[in-house]
Nanobody, 128 residues
Framework: QVQLVESGGGLVQAGGSLRVSCAASGRTFSVYAMGWFRRAPGKEREFVAAINWSGDSTYYADSVKGRFTISRDKAKNTVYLQMNSLKPEDTAVYYC?????????????????????WGQGTQVTVSS
C-alpha cells in the first residue's frame, strides 16, 4: 500500500501562485508515476500533470501547460505542483495519485484508471 497526503491548497486571487504538495509513504518503491488530477464543481475529474518516479519525464494538460510545474523530491518522497498565473477556472479539488503501471506516453499518464492510489484532495480556490 501507498499512502498519499496532499497539502498546500487555499484561496488565491487570479494571477497569483500556489504550491500544493503530496507526501507519499509506504511501499513507494512500487510506484512508477505520480500524477495530479482535479475536479471542479459540476465537472468530471480531469488530468493536470504527471511525473515518472525518476523525475526525468513530465506531462501536462494543455490547459495548464506553461503555468503549472510538477516536480519531486526523492529524499522526501514528495511531489509538488507549482501553480502560477492562476485563473478562476483552476478552482477545483486537486488530487494526488500514484500508479504502479509503467507508462511511456501521455495518454497513459493522463488516464486516471492507471493510478492505484489516491490522496484525499486539497481545495484550491481562485477568486476573480
Amino acid at each position: 500500500q501507498v499512502q498519499l497526503v496532499e497539502s498546500g491548497g487555499g484561496l488565491v486571487q487570479a494571477g497569483g501562485s500556489l504550491r500544493v504538495s503530496c507526501a507519499a509513504s509506504g511501499r513507494t518503491f512500487s510506484v512508477y508515476a505520480m500524477g495530479w488530477f482535479r475536479r471542479a464543481p459540476g465537472k468530471e475529474r480531469e488530468f493536470v500533470a504527471a511525473i515518472n518516479w525518476s523525475g526525468d519525464s513530465t506531462y501536462y494538460a494543455d490547459s495548464v501547460k506553461g503555468r503549472f510545474t510538477i516536480s519531486r523530491d526523492k529524499a522526501k518522497n514528495t511531489v509538488y505542483l507549482q501553480m502560477n498565473s492562476l485563473k478562476p477556472e483552476d478552482t477545483a479539488v486537486y488530487y494526488c495519485a500514484a500508479g504502479r503501471t509503467r507508462c511511456s506516453a501521455y495518454g497513459c499518464y493522463a488516464a486516471s484508471s492507471r493510478y492505484d492510489y489516491w490522496g484525499q484532495g486539497t481545495q484550491v480556490t481562485v477568486s476573480s
